[in-house]
């Protein structure tokens, strides 16, 4: 019994069987000696019991020389030999042992970092400001209750030490912003911020420092402290959107089967397919860039772009865009873009 359930994560990955033994090839690294390393992920591991489970099931292959699964990563390394001669060696089958025993697997893309630390120290700046705001306001309360002069000043001068490391370690994002943009001579919204923070902490110190009957620390600090949730918010938006942008690139296969004059078949990377060039997509992988279909009939998947989840038929003549799924017959495509203009590469440029 282990504590491994499988989850609904709904990420955009690649289906263990959509990945074919030259796609595969394609995204391992070469080695040496014949060697290549294979980086896979898999987000369905939770806990020892589905380590030493794909583990075993991977060096059960016998070109497989290493398997390494890390829990934190919920990564996958494995090491295989080639066979560079004969190329017997099929590096689908890792991603089918990974599936035989009950665990999801797709190539691996890198992308931004899970632990966002930006995102971290956002948090924690909000915590510090948050926090001395509290405790400024609860010294502000006795002042306005009509504190006398001697009292009033001490609360004050406390309330100026309380402010001051949370300004600094709380305004660092918008004071190094500004300062950047002024030192290349223009500015921007974090200029105004600022200045408004600095002033009014100065003016408040001022203040204290003559025996004024009012400062205003609680102000500066707590205005920091709602611009930096409005920062953090940004921040965590634009992640989520980096991240579908990340989830949108996987779904492009990394090369396809391209067809030569002469009948001959061969694989090639998607960057290398030019305007004009042949190629066969097989039942169950994605179309790797915008085109016609030469020959051939089959089932579409076209969610990506009409978000509409009934498929469409295609025949001959019919336009096909790039990361619409293949679903029942083979298609021969005949390429009209190139994969750097093709419909999803636009879509992932608009995002």
Known sequence: MTCCTMDAESVLALSTTSSSAEEVRLASQPLGEGLRQLDLSVPDVHCGGCISTIERALLSLPFVKRARVNLTARRVTCVYQEEIETRATDPSKILAAINSAGYRAHLFTPSAPENDKTRNQLLLAIGVSGFAAANIMLLSVSVWSGADAATRDMFHW??????????????????????????????????????????????????????????????????????????????????????????????????????????????????????????????????????IVVSGESDVDLSIVTGESSPVAVASNSEVSSGAMNLTGSLVLRATKIAKNSLLSEIIGLM
């Open 158 to 291: 406390i309330s100026a030490m309380i402010a001051a490391p949370a300004l600094v370690y709380a305004g660092r994002f918008f004071f190094k912003s500004a300062w950047n943009a002024l030192r290349h001579g223009r500015t921007n919204m974090d200029v105004p911020i600022s200045l408004a923070v600095t002033l009014s902490y100065a003016v408040s110190l001022w203040e204290t420092v003559h025996h004024g009957e009012h400062a205003w620390f609680d102000a500066s600090v707590s205005l920091l402290f709602f611009l930096l949730i409005g920062r953090t918010l940004d921040h965590v938006m634009r992640e989520k959107a980096r991240a579908a942008i990340n989830g949108l690139a996987r779904l492009a296969p990394r090369g396809a089967l391209l067809i030569n004059p002469d009948g001959s078949r061969h694989y090639i990377a998607i960057e290398e397919i030019a305007a004009g060039d042949e190629i066969s997509i097989a039942a169950g992988e994605r179309v790797p860039v915008d085109g």
